[in-house]
């Protein structure tokens, strides 16, 4: 389980297709990987990866093909930047809000509206994901905990501080660039116990 709070901007360092649809992919993280051990968990761009090895600051994961299919991880190559955070501490302060780091599908940025101190920027809106995505509600972009601004049923808007663009791939990607997206756990849940029923 994961906040949405990004720690660090890791580096690629390789992704390596091994030939059985699956891929190893190398990251360079000072930060998260200074007390990983193997088995734990990583978001890299909102997807949940296990740590299989540590080595100088770089951490091994194994990417299962259905991984680089739903998620724009297979996009990744050699100096990518990408967000890093460690799985949460029970105890620890919840930033953002509860992130699975299981991405639920891959939208693309629309347009980039800057303003004086922050930016809007808006989102395509994969249809499946549509019902799960309101106005003030939360949303996991890249692995990064963001509030829905606005929402229509094609399109989603959040906005972004100077802080958030600088400290998070999102500040660097152009229009067009595909981003991971992870809708709110809860409202998934809910959506199955009221299975048909209306309220």
């Given at each position: ?87 949460a501490a029970l105890g620890s302060r919840l930033g953002g809000h509860l992130v699975q780091g299981h991405v639920d599908g891959v939208a693309r ?25 309101v106005e003030k509600g939360s949303i996991t972009v890249d692995g990064v905990s963001l509030t829905v601004m606005a929402v229509d049923d094609e ?45």
């Amino acid at each position: 389980m994961f906040t949405g709070i990004v720690e660090e901007l890791g580096h690629v360092e390789s992704l390596t297709d091994d030939g059985s649809d699956s891929a190893v992919l190398k990251i360079r993280g000072p930060l998260v990987t200074s007390d990983a051990r193997h088995g734990d968990s990583i978001s890299v761009n909102g997807v949940c990866l296990t740590v299989i090895d540590n080595v100088d600051g770089v951490f091994t994961a194994d990417v299962m093909g259905e991984t680089l299919r739903r998620s724009s991880l297979g996009a990744l190559e050699a100096g990518s930047q990408v967000n890093l955070e460690r799985a949460a501490a029970l105890g620890s302060r919840l930033g953002g809000h509860l992130v699975q780091g299981h991405v639920d599908g891959v939208a693309r940025i629309v347009a980039r509206e800057p303003a004086a101190d922050w930016e809007v920027v808006r989102f395509s809106l994969p249809a499946e994901l549509a019902k799960y995505v309101v106005e003030k509600g939360s949303i996991t972009v890249d692995g990064v905990s963001l509030t829905v601004m606005a929402v229509d049923d094609e399109t989603f808007s959040v906005g972004m501080i100077p802080t958030t663009s600088k400290l998070t791939v999102l500040g660097a990607k152009d229009v067009g660039d595909p981003v991971n997206l992870e809708v709110d756990v809860i409202a998934k849940y809910v959506e199955k116990m009221l299975g048909d029923r209306h309220v």
